[in-house]
């Protein structure tokens, strides 16, 4: 492991998604010339595993399809899925941005305002700074006002309709304005729109300046850089700093939270992994389905979905609430056999869920 891959591995695992910093290389060298290097390492592949994309995975398969939420969640699923390349692509480009000028880009930045927001990128100059959300989307995209949605229209004609990424990035420059105001700033704040497939065809009803193509970003950015210097070099640091660790860990409280999604919203019951469907039955000391396929050990998936939405320790009541089971003693067996760790006696017994045995065996089986 090189030095830029383990400060790298660091910082994603105290900014659980994806977090980084760069630096303009006019800048005295400090850790972020080491992150800078590790940045399209760090940004491949890694977002699947970060907790925040587990409890979004979670949910995915678990909410109940009634909840307000329930497309919200499929969408930022799918978006995450699909979404890695674009938003690469675009940390990638100031890899090798050398203006005359110092700045810093934080990517997926997840901050609250006056409510929650999360933002692809953020370039702070020491001019203004510029909220960048970029999307991967190919086909053609037809971005309209009033009302402000996006339309795809794929190869064989289907339309599919999003909220407008232009609409969404004017916001989040209004939510990160007014956050810096509460932090005592008084600086500019613009937005881009980065459509980063090359082989999508962008149709505007009227000029929209703040839609780029990735490989525009850059120059539209240095065209917008007037006015006098708001930050000096080390007040550059600072607010990048600021905006670092305000940058709120995708804890799954927040999510939840975020999603006003409670305990009842969340389907009990072991999943089978062939059908998929929740509903598994503990029959002769196996997991069976009604669509024949039986498990011994598909209550450990289950267990480690009680962990990403509930917590790290469970008890012998929750315990059979969530694998949907009455007999006390089966959860009494299932909790030992996984081998996790107790603490407590008799009625206040608890397990933890953390139990490296259960990682082990759900790494072994594929689930993780
Ligand atoms: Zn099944």
Same mark, same amino acid.
């Given at each position: 492991?090189?030095?830029?891959?383990?400060?790298?591995?660091?910082?994603?695992?105290?900014?659980?998604?994806?977090?980084?910093?760069?630096?303009?290389?006019?800048?005295?060298?400090?850790?972020?010339?080491?992150?800078?290097?590790?940045?399209?390492?760090?940004?491949?592949?890694?977002?699947?595993?970060?907790?925040?994309?587990?409890?979004?995975?979670?949910?995915?398969?678990?909410?109940?399809?009634?909840?307000?939420?329930?497309?919200?969640?499929?969408?930022?699923?799918?978006?995450?899925?699909?979404?890695?390349?674009?938003?690469?692509?675009?940390?990638?480009?100031?890899?090798?941005?050398?203006?005359?000028?110092?700045?810093?880009?934080?990517?997926?930045?997840?901050?609250?305002?006056?409510?929650?927001?999360?933002?692809?990128?953020?370039?702070?100059?020491?001019?203004?700074?510029?909220?960048?959300?970029?999307?991967?989307?190919?086909?053609?995209?037809?971005?309209?006002?009033?009302?402000?949605?996006?339309?795809?229209?794929?190869?064989?004609?289907?339309?599919?309709?999003?909220?407008?990424?232009?609409?969404?990035?004017?916001?989040?420059?209004?939510?990160?304005?007014?956050?810096?105001?509460?932090?005592?700033?008084?600086?500019?704040?613009?937005?881009?729109?980065?459509?980063?497939?090359?082989?999508?065809?962008?149709?505007?009803?009227?000029?929209?300046?703040?839609?780029?193509?990735? %490989?525009? @970003?850059?120059?539209?950015?240095?065209?917008?850089?007037? =006015?006098? *210097?708001?930050? +000096?070099?080390?007040? #550059?640091?600072?607010?990048?700093?600021?905006?670092?660790?305000?940058?709120?860990?995708?804890?799954?409280?927040?999510?939840?939270?975020?999603?006003?999604?409670?305990?009842?919203?969340?389907?009990?019951?072991?999943?089978?992994?062939?059908?998929?469907?929740?509903?598994?039955?503990?029959?002769?000391?196996?997991?069976?389905?009604?669509?024949?396929?039986?498990?011994?050990?598909?209550?450990?998936?289950?267990?480690?979905?009680?962990?990403?939405?509930?917590?790290?320790?469970?008890?012998?009541?929750?315990?059979?609430?969530?694998?949907?089971?009455?007999?006390?003693?089966?959860? %009494?067996? @299932?909790?030992?056999?996984?081998?996790?760790?107790?603490? =407590?006696? *008799?009625?206040? +017994?608890?397990?933890? #869920?953390?139990?490296?045995?259960?990682?082990?065996?759900?790494?072994?089986?594929?689930?993780?």
């Amino acid at each position: 492991m090189t030095e830029s891959h383990a400060a790298s591995s660091q910082t994603r695992w105290l900014f659980p998604k994806k977090i980084t910093m760069q630096t303009s290389p006019n800048k005295v060298p400090t850790m972020s010339t080491k992150t800078s290097k590790g940045v399209s390492q760090l940004n491949t592949k890694k977002r699947e595993t970060s907790p925040y994309y587990q409890v979004i995975e979670t949910l995915s398969r678990r909410l109940i399809p009634t909840h307000p939420s329930y497309s919200l969640i499929q969408r930022t699923l799918a978006k995450m899925d699909a979404g890695n390349w674009g938003e690469d692509s675009v940390a990638h480009l100031f890899t090798y941005f050398y203006p005359t000028f110092p700045f810093n880009i934080l990517h997926d930045v997840f901050l609250k305002s006056t409510t929650y927001v999360q933002i692809d990128h953020i370039l702070i100059t020491p001019f203004k700074l510029f909220v960048i959300e970029s999307k991967n989307l190919k086909g053609q995209l037809i971005v309209t006002r009033h009302p402000d949605q996006l339309v795809q229209v794929l190869e064989d004609g289907k339309r599919i309709a999003y909220d407008s990424p232009l609409a969404q990035s004017e916001r989040n420059a209004e939510l990160l304005n007014r956050w810096l105001t509460v932090q005592g700033y008084n600086i500019p704040v613009e937005h881009f729109v980065v459509f980063t497939n090359p082989t999508a065809e962008i149709n505007t009803m009227q000029s929209e300046p703040s839609i780029v193509r990735t %490989k525009f @970003l850059t120059n539209e950015i240095l065209k917008r850089i007037t =006015g006098k *210097k708001l930050l +000096t070099f080390t007040e #550059l640091d600072v607010l990048a700093n600021k905006l670092r660790s305000s940058h709120i860990s995708y804890q799954k409280n927040n999510i939840l939270e975020k999603y006003q999604i409670r305990p009842e919203h969340i389907v009990k019951g072991v999943q089978c992994s062939n059908c998929h469907r929740i509903r598994m039955e503990w029959k002769t000391c196996k997991w069976q389905c009604n669509c024949g396929y039986k498990s011994k050990d598909s209550h450990l998936q289950a267990f480690e979905d009680y962990r990403l939405l509930f917590g790290e320790t469970i008890t012998n009541k929750l315990c059979r609430e969530f694998l949907a089971i009455e007999d006390r003693y089966i959860a %009494k067996r @299932l909790l030992q056999l996984g081998g996790y760790q107790k603490s =407590g006696t *008799k009625r206040h +017994t608890k397990y933890s #869920l953390t139990s490296e045995k259960n990682i082990i065996q759900l790494q072994k089986e594929g689930i993780r």
